[in-house]
């Protein structure tokens, strides 16, 4: 009979060595685990991006080859050249900015005027009127397409007509948002009431008080908001295809894109194509590259209430 | 309080209400109301009357657009949903997990998991294409095979196939929402309590059954929200089909496939387009509804399971 004293664990009936050398490997094993998984999942978020930038260097030839290239062997410039004539790039995106930035700018006015509004001023109806708006919120947009786009052809916005009606008709029904003045109105009400009380002591009215206190407080807000609204411009696509209807001269840039190359009938196409898409990617990575904490801190913001 | 705020506080809020009145409210009411008209014509505003015509022609077997919605935009809408939905859901909350375990490189692969959010829906759309396409596809190159995922293939004669085409569309729509859901997740997941593990660990409790027994129920409000919001979500998919398969939405005949992958926004934006608004509305009501059908039951499933 052995003397020593030895500890048996109950539980899997290993000593304590046993049992620590066990965890110590099902810790490391876990880790590899979890490192294999999330490095897996990273490629393949990284990977559509990485497949765009070098098909959209290869030649025709390249990419038709049976055996795909993960290296383009000639670079094909151009394709880039190709892709800037056919989407006729610099018309789109003129249209694009002038309704992203002026949907853009209404809608950052609309909101800052409501957020202040329900987050500072007392009136009868406010919680009652709040919650009628957050309530619209559960409703497909779908819904309003229809019958917006009834009203704006009834104003002759639609079919191209004229280019200041097609333009008002993409900017008016998104220069407010519901979304958006609920998220400012938060960031505002975290605006001491001493400083409102202080203001008023001053001898400052409402007005002066939005505008040289509670604006300036709220920048990262109303920067976060600036951004994603110019991003949602540079991305629609069903709306300004209603409007413009086949009218190419008043495309926004992804409208543009997707009827330009509409088919990969033509495999030859396939660069000119990735090339165009590289040219409407990248100005939305180079936001998020230096906008990246305002636009998360955005996004986020929507679950944190659950 | 001071009443004289009340007319000023209305003046701060006249340019939002006045917009949502015209592009907001009054549409709502209007749509349910063009869906039961007859005939309707939007130019000069004329109708003969009241109907569920425009319903029958849809809901009924008989119907005009039974087809195209009951038999093609809807059963491919409840498909995307059901299985885009709980795959991505499940795969943000692993990723969302194991990126709060390892803290040393949360913050770099934080920023690539987020990538896809700020692409276009459209452009990275034909990008996958690329990546799909049966000729010259990446996809099949390194799967060594020759499937007609998302067009017809000429050298092989080979047709789309239905469920080729609904994966590459699934896997492009998960792709491209994990990094909405994750980064909701990782959002919970840091307001968790420490004490919470530091318990498990003197339980010895093992890490699966600390995820499961503590990280997935303190996350469940989290959960209920990204469920809620991608259900809706996927319901009203459009986007990622126009950029997977065109304009025409993936239309395939007799050679290239006998399938569509049409949905029931597309169906709707295809009505409008197509000016017979009242069944665009008729359509868009029915979506409405189902929306709301389902938001309800995940209500009240979660009133049992969601710990706040």
């Not at chain 1, 979304?179 to 001493?194: A, G, H, S, T």
């Not at chain 1, 409402?206 to 951004?227: G, H």
């Not at chain 2, 919605?69 to 991505?88: G, R």
């Not at chain 2, 919470?196 to 660990?201: E, H, I, P, S, T």
Request: a positive charge; hydrophobic letters at 50%.
């Amino acid at each position: 009979m052995n003397n020593d004293l030895v500890l048996v664990l109950k539980n899997d009936r290993l000593n304590v060595d046993q049992q620590r050398v066990l965890s110590l490997t099902l810790r490391i094993v876990g880790l590899v685990i979890t490192y294999l998984f999330l490095v897996f999942m990273a490629l393949l978020m990284l990977f559509p991006f990485y497949w765009m930038i070098i098909t959209s260097l290869k030649t025709g030839a390249e990419i038709q080859q049976m055996e795909q290239t993960y290296w383009p062997t000639v670079i094909f410039w151009e394709n880039y050249s190709q892709a800037v004539s056919r989407m006729d790039f610099g018309t789109v995106i003129t249209n694009t900015l002038i309704v992203g930035v002026v949907s853009t700018l209404g809608t950052l006015v609309t909101t800052i005027f409501a957020a202040f509004a329900f987050a500072r001023l007392e009136f009868k109806g406010r919680d009652a009127c709040f919650m009628i708006l957050l309530s619209t919120m559960m409703i497909p947009g779908e819904m309003m397409v229809i019958t917006n786009y009834i009203t704006v052809s009834l104003f002759g916005m639609t079919g191209g007509q004229n280019a200041l009606g097609a333009y008002a008709a993409m900017i008016l029904p998104f220069m407010v948002s519901i979304f958006y003045i609920y998220l400012l109105r938060q960031n505002f009400k975290q605006i001491p009431n001493e400083l409102y009380l202080a203001a008023k002591v001053d001898g400052k009215s409402d007005w002066q008080f939005l505008w040289k206190v509670m604006v300036p407080l709220a920048m990262p807000t109303l920067i976060t908001i600036f951004i994603l609204k110019l991003m949602g411009a540079w991305n629609s696509y069903v709306w300004p295809n209603l409007i413009t209807s086949g009218h190419r001269e008043l495309y926004l840039v992804t409208n543009a894109l997707r009827s330009t190359f509409d088919s990969l009938t033509n495999p030859n196409d396939a660069g000119a194509q990735m090339a165009a898409t590289v040219i409407v990617t990248v100005p939305l990575l180079l936001v998020f590259i230096f906008f990246r904490k305002y636009i998360m801190r955005g996004v986020s913001r929507a679950g944190i209430k659950g | 309080m001071e009443t004289k705020n009340n007319w000023k506080a209305w003046l701060y809020l006249a340019p939002v209400i006045i917009l949502l009145a015209v592009f907001t409210f009054y549409p709502i009411i209007n749509t349910f109301v063009v869906s039961f008209l007859k005939g309707y014509n939007y130019t000069n505003g004329t109708s003969q009357g009241f109907t569920f015509e425009n319903y029958v022609q849809i809901l009924s077997p008989n119907g005009v657009y039974f087809k195209d919605v009951m038999q093609t935009a809807l059963p491919n809408t409840l498909l995307i949903t059901f299985i885009t939905v709980p795959i991505s859901i499940i795969v943000a909350l692993l990723i969302a997990i194991g990126l709060n375990s390892i803290p040393a490189v949360k913050k770099l692969l934080q920023t690539i998991f987020f990538l896809p959010y700020v692409t276009n829906s459209i452009a990275i759309g034909m990008v996958f294409a690329v990546i799909f396409d049966s000729r010259f596809g990446v996809f099949n190159s390194i799967l060594h095979t020759q499937i007609s995922w998302l067009t017809y293939n000429p050298d092989t004669g080979q047709s789309v196939n239905y469920w080729a085409a609904l994966f590459a569309l699934s896997f492009y729509i998960v792709w491209h929402s994990l990094p909405y859901k994750i980064l909701i997740f990782l959002g919970g997941l840091q307001n968790i309590d420490q004490q919470y593990y530091d318990a498990a660990k003197i339980d010895a409790a093992g890490r699966i059954k600390t995820t499961w027994r503590i990280t997935v129920p303190l996350l469940s409000p989290q959960i209920l929200y990204v469920m809620i919001t991608s259900f809706i979500g996927a319901f009203k998919e459009y986007d990622s089909v126009i950029g997977l398969f065109g304009d025409s939405g993936g239309f395939f005949d007799s050679t290239t496939g006998p399938d569509t992958m049409k949905t029931v926004v597309y169906f709707i934006y295809q009505q409008i387009a197509q000016n017979r608004v009242q069944y665009a509305s008729a359509a868009a009501v029915i979506l409405f509804i189902i929306i709301l059908i389902f938001t309800g039951i995940q209500f009240m499933v979660s009133k049992k399971r969601v710990h706040y």
